[in-house]
């Protein structure tokens, strides 16, 4: 059974720092290209960042420069760091692969 697991999410102040990890099990984690997609309260989802086999990363627009995903295949798992963290970037996150999706993390940005 393919399963993700997210966990890190909390509360921070505009500015500061978060990271969120993804927990795997059930598929050939390396050879897969993993993701991260979120979606803010009453929006839609937004694509946030993705990560090939070969550790090949690209970020959203929005998060470009603030956020870096990183992949631990030893570990089958995949990280999200999160800095400069805005008011915007509230949302549940979501870890996802081609097929399934985890349950989410909140991450909430607020004063």
């Known amino acids: 059974e393919v399963q993700l697991l997210e966990s890190g999410g909390g509360s921070v102040q505009p500015g500061g720092s978060l990271r969120l990890s993804c927990t795997t099990s059930?598929?050939?984690?390396?050879?897969?290209?993993l993701g991260w997609v979120r979606q803010a309260p009453g929006k839609g989802l937004e694509w946030v960042s993705r990560i090939t086999n070969a550790s090949m990363d690209n970020y959203g627009d929005s998060v470009r420069g603030r956020f870096t995903m990183i992949r631990d295949d030893a570990e089958k798992m995949t990280y999200l760091e999160m800095r400069n963290l805005k008011i915007e970037d509230t949302a549940m996150y979501y870890c996802t692969k081609l097929g399934a999706w985890g349950q989410g993390t909140l991450v909430t940005v607020s004063s």
């Open positions: 059930g598929f050939a984690f390396s050879d897969i290209t």
